[in-house]
């Protein structure tokens, strides 16, 4: 049984057409930590997360929230408590960007819907640490992509949810932004967040304190940092021959042979 604090995968299958996309898949996500989903294109990853979110629902095994099945858990709770980051989504016509965070605070106004301070706390939290409060009385249209992916990204924050799911969520962001984001869900993880995210850059997997990786479908690896991103468990993944580098501050750099 799943402890209090943990969102959980019990068993996860799922197919698409006859086509199965995840098999028999077993994995615990505390409060307090950040997993990191890694793995080839078409692995499951994406789907995995949809589950775990409780927006696609597995054809077999169950999930987890915190002890309780999640298709047993109301909408609301689970919008209180899950917030969810697509890779991308529709920007609608006309809405500026501190609308489109507050929509994360949906779940959590009463019958009357009236936002109250501590929304509007949440709000400007979310703004200041995305870097986009410059930009919230512009029309999300006019934003870049990394502009609108840091927008997507506060929204899901405006949430202050017990687990944060983000897929592939450095999509679009510069070098400064794609450290800042990293620095970001490793904070929120200390602050007792959980946080899962489907990455595609394995080096961006070193900062997280789990990996899960992934393979037509199935859990191949699971551990440590050190344990699963390492050229022996990843090559046969990949198909490559994978280099992992020592730089001289003793940080680790993955590649793939050019």
């Known amino acids: 049984m799943a402890g209090t604090a943990e969102l959980v995968a019990d068993e996860v299958g799922h197919d698409y057409g006859g086509a199965a996309v995840l098999s028999g898949i077993n994995l615990r996500v505390r409060r307090g930590e950040w997993l990191a989903l890694l793995g080839p294109n078409g692995s499951g990853k994406s789907t995995l997360l949809r589950i775990l979110a409780g927006i696609t629902r597995a054809r077999r095994g169950r999930v987890l929230f915190e002890g309780q099945p999640m298709a047993a858990i109301s909408g609301r709770r689970r919008g209180c408590g899950l917030a969810y980051l697509p890779q991308s989504s529709e920007a609608p016509a006309g809405m500026i960007v501190a609308d489109m965070v507050r929509l994360g605070r949906v779940p959590h106004l009463g019958l009357l819907g009236r936002e109250g301070q501590a929304d509007r706390d949440a709000v400007a939290w979310a703004l200041a640490m995305t870097e986009s ?91 440590g940092p050190t344990e699963v991103l390492n050229a022996e468990v990843l090559g046969p993944v990949y198909e490559d021959d994978i280099r992992v580098r020592k730089t001289l501050d003793g940080s680790s750099i993955i590649t793939a042979q050019w």
């Open 133 to 223: 409060a410059a930009f919230a009385t512009r029309e999300l249209t006019e934003l870049s992509g990394g502009e609108r992916q840091r927008v997507e990204l506060a929204r899901a924050l405006a949430v202050r949810p017990s687990y944060l799911l983000l897929d592939e969520p450095a999509n679009h962001l510069d070098l400064h932004h794609q450290s800042r984001m990293l620095r970001l869900l490793r904070q929120l993880a200390a602050d007792g967040v959980g946080v899962v995210s489907v990455l595609h850059d394995a080096n961006h997997a070193l900062a997280a304190n789990r990996v899960a990786l992934l393979a037509a479908g199935m859990l191949v690896a699971e551990g």
